[in-house]
């Protein structure tokens, strides 16, 4: 069976700190890695996935994730995080972009 | 917005009544899954179909939970006989598969269903 563990519950930055929120999942397959995030209010939206090729991935709005398979890792990084970065990030593995296993999420609070 | 649509937003219920949520995917879209999602977890993955065949089904879809797609575009969702453990968030998302795979896919923002 798939799962996925998020390190942190809640991680609290000021602006322009670095980011780096863990990500470890067990899966006995091929898998595909996603990173989507929650802002207050609105849908899921994916920030970026990982399903074959160069292990470090580049996502939408500075955010970036690299895969070690030796460490069953996805770690999702962004170098300089802005007010506007508050949110709950999702990683999730699968096989497939829809039918995925999540981890408990990451509160992001970024202070101005 | 021609996002994943679903309805309604807010529902709130009696125990013992029965509700259903609809969803609207993107319209080109032929793969639709049911998520659904407690307070301080990620969502839990549910039904999926394509087209209109349920491909698959989670242990956690107990036998009062039902979910449909007819004509292979909107889908509900519908639990009978609710109970206070269903209170969650019931998130639904499309994508366009070819094959096995499909590379991404759109969340709508989900009905919240609490059951007092």
């Known amino acids: 069976a798939q799962s996925v563990s998020q390190h942190n519950h809640h991680v609290i930055l000021s602006e322009a700190a670095s980011l780096e929120l863990g990500c470890n999942y067990s899966y006995g397959g091929t898998v595909n890695l996603f990173w989507y995030v929650q802002y207050p209010g609105q849908h899921l939206q994916l920030l970026l996935k990982y399903f074959s090729g160069d292990p470090l991935v580049k996502g939408i709005k500075g955010f970036e994730a690299e895969f070690i398979k030796s460490k069953f890792s996805f770690n999702l990084r962004k170098p300089s995080v802005q007010w506007s970065d508050t949110a709950e990030y999702f990683c999730?593995?699968?096989?497939?972009?829809?039918?995925?296993?999540f981890g408990d999420g990451t509160t992001l609070t970024v202070k101005p | 917005d021609t996002g994943v649509s679903q309805d309604p937003r807010h529902k709130i219920t009696k125990r013992g009544q029965n509700v259903t949520f609809r969803c609207d995917p993107i319209?080109?879209?032929?793969?639709l899954y049911w998520y659904r999602q407690t307070l301080g977890q990620g969502p839990e993955f549910l039904t999926y179909?394509?087209?209109?065949?349920?491909?698959?089904k989670s242990r956690l879809l107990s036998d009062r939970f039902s979910a449909e797609r007819p004509k292979g575009s909107f889908s509900t969702l519908e639990i009978q006989r609710t109970e206070q453990g269903d209170s969650a968030m019931y998130l639904c998302?499309?994508?366009?598969?070819?094959?096995?795979?499909?590379?991404?896919?759109?969340f709508g923002q989900g009905t919240r269903l609490t059951v007092v």
């Open positions: 179909f394509q087209n209109e065949a349920q491909l698959e």
């Open positions: 998302a499309s994508s366009l598969g070819r094959g096995v795979g499909d590379t991404e896919a759109f």
């Open positions: 999730a593995v699968g096989t497939n972009a829809g039918k995925s296993t």
């Open positions: 319209s080109e879209h032929n793969r």
